[in-house]
């Protein structure tokens, strides 16, 4: 069974330009969910969407955005982008979505560094 | 705010020593799950624990959910150079804005 897989897995960007990534869920998952591990503050999650819907939000401003598909696959988009945003961007998918405790499944991550 | 923390950050131990994990919260968690992660890798699920008090073993390591199900502990018996890496405690949470919360994180180096 395929595992979560996250494209591309190494990014240069510069300041002020923008980034999309993209995870494709374990088959048959219909959550997925975005995460900013960075030394200093850890993992932190950013949003997650189910059957294409936003269902939760992470305190990130509004330069970080995201979207899933009919397929479940997901994309994250970051807009003007912050020497801060500089991190590893983890997607994870489950089952079902937040309220079902159903257990998540990570990605190995795309390694964002800005310039 | 920092909601799941987690004791010590490092630890590095000798192949054989026994050792725990502390994951401790005010809050409560509906379930709570534990990750490994290996550097250029993302985290992987080890066990999830629902009811207060649940004792769940994976080989060497046991995984205990608080009778409040606020904290958990992961112990490890007789480590092995293998069981290097970071580990992640994850408290679900069913109400409010986030799904799960993140632990701090346990690096843990076990010396052959």
């Known amino acids: 069974k395929a595992g979560v897989t996250q494209t591309p897995r190494y990014l240069i960007k510069t300041r002020g330009q923008q980034v999309t990534l993209s995870c494709s869920p374990i088959?048959?998952?219909?959550?997925v969910s975005w995460y900013q591990q960075t030394p200093g503050q850890g993992l932190q999650f950013l949003f997650e969407y189910f059957s294409e819907t936003q269902r939760n939000k992470g305190n990130f401003p509004g330069r970080f955005s995201g979207r899933q598909f009919s397929n479940s696959r997901s994309e994250m988009n970051v807009s003007t982008l912050e020497l801060g945003d500089s991190a590893l961007y983890l997607c994870a998918s489950s089952l079902g979505w937040g309220g079902s405790n159903q257990p998540q499944h990570f990605g190995d991550g795309t390694r964002l560094s800005i310039l | 705010t920092q909601l799941l923390e987690q004791s010590p950050q490092f630890l590095s131990i000798q192949e054989g020593e026994n050792l725990t994990v502390y994951c401790n919260s005010s809050?409560?968690?509906?379930?709570l799950q534990w990750y490994r992660q290996e550097p250029g890798e993302g985290p992987v699920l080890l066990v999830t624990?629902?009811?207060?008090?649940e004792v769940k073993k994976l080989k060497r390591l046991t995984f205990q959910f608080g009778d409040a199900r606020k904290d958990s502990s992961l112990h490890i018996t007789a480590a092995q150079p293998g069981d290097t890496g970071l580990y992640l405690c994850?408290?679900?949470?069913?109400?409010?804005?986030?799904?799960?919360?993140f632990g701090t994180g346990t690096r843990l180096k076990v010396l052959a």
């Open positions: 088959s048959g998952h219909r959550s």
């Open positions: 994850a408290g679900a949470r069913t109400s409010g804005t986030y799904k799960y919360i």
């Open positions: 809050s409560v968690f509906s379930s």
């Open positions: 624990v629902v009811t207060g008090g």
